[in-house]
């Protein structure tokens, strides 16, 4: 069954913003680990920003300053706010979760073994 769910996705202008979300079910609200990827047609997915329970964050130089992840537990959502896209962020995008209660590294990026269907963005 499915366990994260992305909204949010669409087309952009450069310059542009988005905020992406992430459903999160019950059984996974509990993972200690949280992670947003993209994958561009032709390559390979990419880690874009993670998050542990602690609230400490980390982004790849390609996005940081421009990318912030949240998670709001009461809703059980994780969120990803883009601001200032470039056509390079182009892809489709995947919340991301380890494996409810067990320890994990967030800035693994191998770690991350649930995952969503992503949602498509589309900057021109």
């Known amino acids: 069954h499915v366990q994260l769910v992305e909204s949010g996705g669409g087309s952009v202008q450069a310059g542009g913003s988005l905020t992406l979300s992430c459903a999160i079910s019950?059984?996974?609200?509990?993972?200690?680990?949280w992670a947003w990827f993209r994958q561009a047609p032709g390559k390979e997915r990419e880690g874009v920003a993670n998050?542990?329970?602690?609230?400490?964050?980390s982004y790849p130089d390609s996005v940081k300053g421009r990318f912030t992840i949240a998670k709001d537990n009461a809703k059980r959502t994780l969120y990803l706010q883009m601001h200032d896209l470039k056509p390079e962020d182009t892809g489709n995008y995947y919340c991301?979760?380890?494996?409810?209660?067990?320890?994990?590294?967030?800035?693994?990026?191998?770690?991350?073994?649930?995952w969503g269907q992503g949602t498509q963005v589309t900057v021109s």
């Open positions: 998050i542990n329970t602690s609230e400490m964050t």
């Open positions: 991301a979760a380890t494996e409810p209660y067990r320890l994990c590294r967030a800035t693994d990026w191998s770690t991350y073994t649930n």
């Open positions: 019950e059984y996974l609200i509990n993972a200690n680990c």
